[in-house]
């Protein structure tokens, strides 16, 4: 779908080009009008606007990034096919460039509100008959379709950056639609909040992109002349020596945009890749130590499970009910020693709850702690804090969290949250298991 309003913008563009060529040489009037080879005095404004101005035009450049990104999506033999489209989209780029440059000098095309250069283009040229409308239609199906773009080359390259675990591994991860679905959803997130951050202003998105874009082609060419420097061969002087060109090119580019677009936004993208960088060793170093720490040692022969130890179980009790009953059950069948544990916030409703506990008789001894700043879970999560001082390395240690279940959704809302509260707050807990034994209400 794609492939066909990218084939009839340039043939558009193709045949704008030929068209006002073929003008511009067998019309009546000069090549250059006067006005556009009329000299100025080279000063350091106008040094400062012809920088500009090639920066402005270098960033017409950006795209080619998108076919190194999306290298492996290529048909066999991926690497070859890759080099055949950057020759034909660089070819294709440098004679409309040219041309359309051409264009704009022959007609001394001025900048007008409102109206694109390229309009102003196609109306000196054609007029406004049908092919000026279809110059128009294609150019803005082409910059629509090239959002696309970061779709087609930042997720794949996000999923490599995960495989060498530098971005978190979901990332890596392709969905049931075999896309890779996660790192489309971060794109959009960070397009939109950049959408909403900048007001929609083109100038400033633009500006924003391309000194990323151009910073990263001078990081991948001197990376290269690095490159090209070890390996040492054949013909490596010629081509660290085209890619250092092309980092002093791409470097000039970025010093401009840098200078003269720093306030519009230009700053976070100093700010933000040597932020990221850091990041990206920060999550290389968080993976390599996990890995250190979960290595089994193979080497070390079978496995033997340690059947020493004792298995604590620690059950929260508020008060004797039929979720309590059933958690108690659970927790004779897996633990070595139950523990029923009481926090008591009223000092006075202590014997009544301990009375109902012995006249239940579960042959546990129900452990009662006061609390008298009528904190629940604090006193709760010291308890279990004391006891995993004092068990030893083969023990374990279980809190089984009674939770019944309301039928509605909205029933939910009238009770109290403690045990979602607990259970979140328990699984940070070193060397402590967390399950619920949840009791569905039928009513």
Known sequence: VFVFPTYLFVLGIMGLIITGVYQAFTGPGPVFPPAALARQELDWMMLALVLRAFANGCSSMTGLEAISNGVPMFKRPEHENAIKTTYWMSGLLAIMLTGISFLLIHYHVMPIPHVT?????????????WFYYYIQMVTMLILFLAANTAYNGLPPLLSLLAQDGYMPR?????GERLSFSNGIV????????LIVGFNGDVEHLISLYAIGVFLSFTIAQSGMVVHWWRERGRNWGRRAMLNGFGAIITGIVVVVIAVSKFFAGAWIVLIFIPAMMIIFKKIKRHYLDMAEQLHLPLEEGPYQAKLLGTHYVIVPVASPTRVVAETMRYAKKIGDEVIALHIATDKEAIPAVEEKWRQWNPEVNLVT??????LVIQPLLQYVEKLTRRKQPEDYITVVIPEFETRKWWHRLLHN???????????FNKNVVVATLPFHLQK
């Open 417 to 427: 949250q403690t045990g979602l509260v607990l259970r979140t707050l328990l699984i």
């Open 170 to 174: 979901y990332l890596g991860m392709r």
């Open 117 to 129: 250069m390229l309009s102003q283009i196609a109306e000196e040229t054609v007029g406004r008959g």
């Open 186 to 193: 971060l794109l959009s997130l960070v397009a939109g909040f």
């Open 369 to 374: 702690i006061y609390s008298p700043y009528r």
